[in-house]
């Protein structure tokens, strides 16, 4: 692996004439009234207190065992901007792939818990049977296992009793006030019905859950508005994220929003959840803990298994016949063996997808934050140059230092887009 | 000079954190968490 972290990994950001962030792996300072040398002072401090953090591992060892499945490339909305062309192809997992996949992953790990999450490709619900015998599978040969289901949201009271008793951690996606027109059935027609009802459904039922949030070139514009929507239906957690159309994906490039209308949205709408008082907190790839750590797990930390046993490094990619599938498809499940086979060659080329490797990141004080963004929209847009989208690092340079801006003005906003931290 | 510091880890500081781990719901065991999968949309 070829990361060289810069000896510093302090980097600072002035925010007006007497503020300034500091932001070191987990921790964010926040300096008012302070001075050149006060910021020198400071870094001094916390670069003593920094240890060979290079030194260590970039996979943890101790982390529980993941798996993801993705049970179907079908599915049942034929959302505008989908990235993996769900229900174009009608190809379902079979329950000995599945339980293969499960096989396979209990031979390589220790772990006693298994985090088991469900993903498109398609609408993982669609493929219903397989996902349950996933789970009541891997509870015979894990002590613990977690389920999460990223799903469009279209289920009925059988799949919803499954998600209460299986305490399945949900990801559903709507799209506010656009969510007719961005979410259709095949036939064109509307979905919000039904996706609405089951939101209601897991906040009645105490589910817990974020909603996923596709901000277009035609919703970016409602932003503030779905906010009051998402409030008032009872979503907790909201995540909003730009639409990318890429060479797969259904749509075109026109549904893209600017990174200046993306942002100034976005930031509205963070003053408008604070002006309301309203009970949301935001998450946004554009902003996470400082760590010197990858962005995803692309390095070949993600086992997702594709319908046809493929062992796929990102979810855009599933098909053999789609373009970066020589690398992206890094392994295959030999089913017969129930056993993971990796391509060692694309597995070198993904483990390169780090920061410290980007040109354009290297004296970047975002880059612990931003993390160089999407991999997988660096290398649509790139290749693999390791060469940052200039998309998302334009809309992390616009979104960042303008959230630093409201925190130093109001603590309160660092509630909305933090979480699992302390003050001090 | 005033100073507020949101420290995440307090427990284990120095942890590389292997990955991006989202700023909110961390607690959760989402897709996006900080073990694996996508933080920017669908999957992992």
Redesign the interface.
């Given at each position: 692996m070829e990361r060289n972290l810069s000896s510093t990994i302090i980097d600072v950001i002035k925010i007006n004439k007497d503020a300034y962030v500091l932001i070191v792996?987990?921790?964010?300072?926040?300096?008012?009234?302070?001075?050149e040398d006060?910021v020198r002072a400071?870094i001094e401090e916390e670069q003593n207190?920094?240890?060979d953090?290079e030194a260590?591992?970039?996979?943890?060892a101790s982390?529980?065992a993941?798996l993801?499945l993705?049970p179907t490339l079908d599915c049942n909305l034929r959302c505008i901007y989908c990235?993996?062309r769900g229900g174009d192809d009608k190809i379902y997992m079979s329950k000995e792939v599945a339980k293969a996949a499960i096989d396979a992953i209990r031979k390589i790990s220790d772990a006693q818990v298994l985090?088991l999450?469900f993903?498109?490709?398609g609408e993982p619900f669609v493929n219903f049977p397989v996902m349950d015998f996933a789970v009541q599978y891997a509870r015979q040969l894990f002590r613990q296992v977690?389920v999460?289901?990223?799903t469009n949201g279209i289920f009925g009271r059988e799949q919803l009793e499954w998600i209460v008793e299986n305490n399945v951690?949900v990801?559903i996606?709507c799209d506010g006030v656009a969510h007719d027109y961005q979410r259709p059935f095949p036939d064109g027609s509307p979905s919000r019905t039904i996706v609405e009802a089951n939101i209601k459904n897991l906040v009645n039922l105490n589910v817990?859950f974020?909603v996923?949030w596709?901000i277009t070139s035609i919703n970016v514009q409602s932003m503030v508005e779905s906010v009051d929507y998402f409030a008032d239906l009872g979503v907790k957690?909201l995540?909003p994220?730009p639409a990318?159309i890429s060479e797969t994906c259904r749509g075109s490039k026109e549904l893209v929003p600017s990174p200046e209308e993306f942002a100034h949205n976005f930031i509205e709408m963070l003053k408008h959840i604070v002006a309301k008082d309203l009970s949301l907190?935001?998450?946004t790839?554009y902003?996470?803990?400082?760590?010197?750590?990858?962005?995803?797990?692309v390095y070949g930390?993600?086992?997702?298994i594709t319908p046809n046993g493929d062992i796929t490094a990102?979810?855009e990619i599933t098909r053999r016949s789609e373009p970066l599938s020589d690398v992206m498809l890094y392994g295959r499940l030999l089913v017969d063996q129930a056993k993971f086979v990796f391509n060692d060659t694309a597995l070198a080329k993904l483990r390169l997808l780090h920061f410290a490797n980007y040109s354009t990141c290297k004296q970047c004080p975002l880059r612990l934050i931003c993390?160089g963004g999407?991999p997988m929209?660096n290398i649509w847009e790139c290749g693999f140059s390791l060469t940052r989208s200039k998309y998302t690092c334009q809309l992390a340079k616009l979104i960042i230092p303008r959230v630093f801006s409201l925190i130093v003005e109001d603590?309160r906003y660092?509630e909305?887009?933090?979480?699992?931290?302390?003050?001090? | 000079?005033?100073?507020?510091?949101?420290?995440?880890?307090?427990k284990n500081?120095?942890?590389?954190?292997?990955?991006?781990?989202?700023?909110?719901?961390?607690?959760?065991?989402?897709?996006?968490r900080e073990?694996?999968?996508?933080?920017?949309?669908?999957?992992?």
């Open positions: 792996p987990n921790k964010l300072i926040f300096l008012f009234d302070a001075t006060d400071i207190n920094i240890y953090l260590q591992s970039c996979v943890d982390f529980e993941e993801t993705i990235y993996a985090s999450h993903a498109g490709g977690n999460a289901v990223v951690f990801r996606s817990e974020m996923q596709v957690i995540k994220e990318h907190k935001i998450d790839s902003l996470s803990r400082p760590t010197v750590g990858y962005y995803c797990g930390a993600n086992l997702m990102c979810i993390k999407c929209q603590l660092s909305i887009v933090f979480d699992d931290f302390d003050v001090c | 000079m005033k100073k507020i510091v949101i420290q995440w880890n307090k500081p120095n942890d590389s954190g292997a990955q991006s781990k989202r700023l909110t719901g961390a607690a959760h065991p989402g897709c996006c073990k694996g999968g996508c933080p920017k949309k669908h999957g992992g």
